[in-house]
């Protein structure tokens, strides 16, 4: 365990290095000049040497390189380009909070729904309730997100007036209005990992059910209940956690796009609009805040996984 | 790292004719399939012969702002004035434009660097399967983002990201495919027979790859539709003044408690399109046995 442990580790700090250095290439290859963005009168030349000397750009790649790395490491990614120049770092963490919020928000909520509705499907196979959820899926999985989030905020805002259709509040200033504000963007974020859940909980489902031991717990007389609950569905529910590490995938890509629609300062609002103010140490640091956040996502899954199923650990 | 793909399922060896024939064959036995290539072959047509269908010019503006639907215009207009009808139906065209190409130009590339990888193994599969690991470890949405991130907006970056975004999907199934079926005695018949490395691969072992190739195909298609139109929302997609879906839901936001429709009706259009090339993507997969493919 612990050899396959330090493996694990090692890989995905390689894989942090590369995109850290990636980031580094790839934004100096940018066509136009970031000071230019920098200072509103950019004829000064001047004014210009005096902030490339200022900002280290005058000296050797290598040097940058190494410098931006070390500072990297440390948490530091300078300053945004843009208003009041706030320190990047600073403008991560307040972000971290409400995308981690609205991720596991829309975990638990699709968790809710998908658990009962594929095992709906599963026990009544070829049901009018299978047919359902299968459909339902499929729609859930066709339906972009940030659609799913307009057609929430027309229904449950606009129309019922039933909750806020903008904005973040903080769990300090109270459970309620957290959640509130968080539960439409959850559901849009949600709904298609719900989908993939859904299916995947029918079908092993049904695989379980088609095993000898089921037959032989059946045979004993038990409950169809007991028969469900306490043999098929704990084993149903192994490849599932397979699952957890696309959740991450799905939730973090959701977060990104729906936090724009329901204007949620979260790290995908932070990246895209880094991106459209072509606020470069902004979009390097969220980035690489967002790279880690799936790197070590993945390497708890797959650790936790090896625990629940040795049989990955002795593989590759 | 956990993500899952395509795999063949026991009755996967197939000639290549039996399953060119047999395409038609999972379409007449699957109503779902059915719908989707009927619903699709609308979308197509309605994107090659834009100009001729849409009733109104799509940029045209009016002063008279945000009509519901009405006969004259079907789905109402929008902020502008635009003919929302019109609009959908020109942006058609990007959406299947993105979707088709960054596909074939992912699957082109993605199956060449998978194939190599395989056949030669050795170094040149661990460099090659190095860059794919690495792109492995991030789901295809945010490498495209990360990536118009550097390259900037516009139609071409956006096919170029992401199609680069989709490359590891391709050059993994091909790989795994090639890695099995190297294996196979026609390989060394093949071989023994002086046919070139190039022919083998080209001729004898890609042929029998091809079923979750296509299938993955499918699949990959409706996520680069989604994600061309999600990225298109976020601004980050084509020029502004091109009409498309993305486009028209994001323009969609600031009105929707005044005008419902323009924020329905373009993303009905995605909808019907992704589950169109899903509900066809299943009828595939059932028939050529390929297990769940699973990709974000």
Do not use: C
């Amino acid at each position: 365990m612990s050899r396959f442990l330090v493996r694990r580790i090692f890989g995905a700090l390689i894989v942090m290095f590369a995109v850290a250095t990636l980031v580094f290439i790839m934004l100096r290859l940018v066509p136009g000049d970031p000071i230019a963005a920098m200072l509103y009168d950019a004829g000064d030349p001047d004014a210009v040497d005096e902030i490339r000397t200022k900002l280290g750009l005058d000296r050797p790649m290598y040097v940058q390189y190494g410098k931006w790395l070390w500072n990297a490491v440390q948490g530091d990614f300078g300053r945004s380009i843009y208003g009041s120049r706030v320190e990047v770092s600073r403008l991560l963490m307040e972000a971290l909070p409400r995308t981690l919020s609205l991720a596991s928000l829309s975990f638990i909520i699709a968790m809710v729904i998908a658990v009962p509705a594929g095992l709906i499907a599963a026990t009544r196979r070829n049901s009018r309730a299978d047919y359902a959820v299968t459909f339902v899926a499929f729609l859930g999985l066709s339906m972009p997100d940030f659609w799913l989030a307009i057609l929430l905020i027309i229904a449950f805002a606009a129309n019922l007036h039933w909750l806020p259709a903008i904005g973040y509040v903080p769990l300090a200033k109270g459970f309620w209005p957290w959640l509130s504000h968080l539960i439409l963007p959850a559901l849009a974020v949600g709904t298609a990992f719900s989908a993939i859940v859904a299916r995947m909980i029918r079908s092993s489902m049904l695989e379980v059910l088609n095993t000898e031991y089921m037959r032989v717990a059946r045979s004993k007389g038990l409950s169809e209940r007991t028969l469900i609950m306490t043999h098929a569905l704990p084993n149903a529910l192994i490849p599932v956690v397979t699952v957890i590490g696309i959740a991450f995938a799905l939730l973090m890509s959701g977060t990104v796009v729906v936090e724009n629609v329901f204007a949620i300062k979260g790290l995908g609002r932070l990246l895209i609009q880094g991106i459209l103010n072509r606020d470069y140490p902004v979009v390097q640091g969220t980035i690489l805040v967002v790279s880690a956040i799936f790197v070590f996502s993945n390497l708890l899954v797959d650790v936790l996984y090896s625990i629940i199923d040795p049989r990955i650990r002795l593989q590759s | 790292m956990t993500k899952y793909s395509t795999v063949l399922g026991t009755e996967g060896e197939r000639s290549p004719a039996s399953q060119k024939a047999s395409f038609f064959a999972v379409v007449k036995k699957d109503k779902k399939a059915m719908f989707g290539l009927i619903t699709l072959s609308i979308f197509t047509f309605f994107a090659i012969f834009a100009p001729w269908i849409a009733p109104h010019d799509p940029t045209a503006m009016d002063f008279e702002m945000m009509i519901a639907p009405s006969l004259e215009f079907p789905l109402g207009t929008d902020d502008l004035g635009r003919d929302l009808l019109s609009r959908i139906i020109h942006g058609t065209q990007i959406s299947l434009l993105v979707g088709v190409s960054t596909v074939a130009i992912a699957l082109f590339f993605g199956v060449a660097m998978g194939v190599a990888a395989g056949y030669f193994g050795g170094w040149v599969d661990m460099i090659i399967m190095r860059y794919i690991d690495l792109q492995w470890a991030f789901p295809n949405f945010i490498i495209a983002v990360y990536l118009v991130a550097v390259f900037g907006a516009g139609l071409l970056n956006v096919i170029v990201a992401i199609s680069l975004a989709f490359l590891d999907d391709f050059a993994r199934i091909a790989r795994s495919m090639v890695l099995t079926i190297k294996e196979e005695q026609y390989i060394s018949a093949a071989r023994v027979s002086g046919a070139s490395d190039f022919r083998i691969m080209w001729r004898h072992i890609l042929p029998n790859a091809v079923a979750p190739i296509i299938v993955q195909a499918t699949v990959s298609v409706s996520y680069a539709i989604l994600g061309e139109a999600s990225l298109s929302f976020l601004g980050l997609g084509v020029e502004s003044d091109t009409p498309t879906w993305g486009l028209i839901l994001a323009d969609a936001r600031s009105f929707i408690s005044r005008a419902w429709w323009i924020g329905i009706f373009p993303g009905v259009a995605i909808m019907l399109t992704v589950l169109s090339i899903n509900f066809l993507g299943d009828g595939l997969r059932d028939h050529f046995d390929v297990r769940e493919v699973k990709d974000v």
